[in-house]
Nanobody, 119 residues
């Protein structure tokens, strides 16, 4: 069973930084991408950043130049968030997209971590 556990969220002032971490346990052999999504208050979940198995990265326009995604093999995914803005306030979720466990392809999600940016 693949499990994802996020950490690193919290309260920070505008202009500050946070680093989110996602610990991934369980066995899978291939995957499309690992990523971070967020759900701002009253809005739908949206992609923040993703990194493919080959290392290609993709960012939402709103975070380009401020956030950086990285991963350590298939065990950890990180999101370095700099120059934070109040509009970055959201619950942040870690995701593994289309992971293959030898039988099934499926997506996995963490429980989420709250990030609050005060003005």
């Amino acid at each position: 069973q693949v499990q994802l556990v996020e950490s690193g969220g919290g309260l920070v002032q505008a202009g500050g930084s946070l680093r989110l971490s996602c610990a991934i346990s369980g066995t899978f052999f291939r995957f499309n991408a690992m990523g971070w999504y967020r759900r701002p208050p009253g809005n739908q979940r949206e992609l923040v950043a993703a990194i493919t198995e080959g290392g290609r990265t993709n960012y939402a326009d709103s975070v380009k130049g401020r956030f950086t995604i990285s991963r350590d093999k298939r065990e950890m995914v990180y999101l370095q968030m700099n120059s934070l803005k109040p509009e970055d306030t959201a619950v942040y979720y870690c995701n593994v997209e289309r992971a293959f466990d030898g039988i099934h392809w499926r997506d996995y999600w963490g429980q989420g971590t709250q990030v609050t940016v005060s003005s």
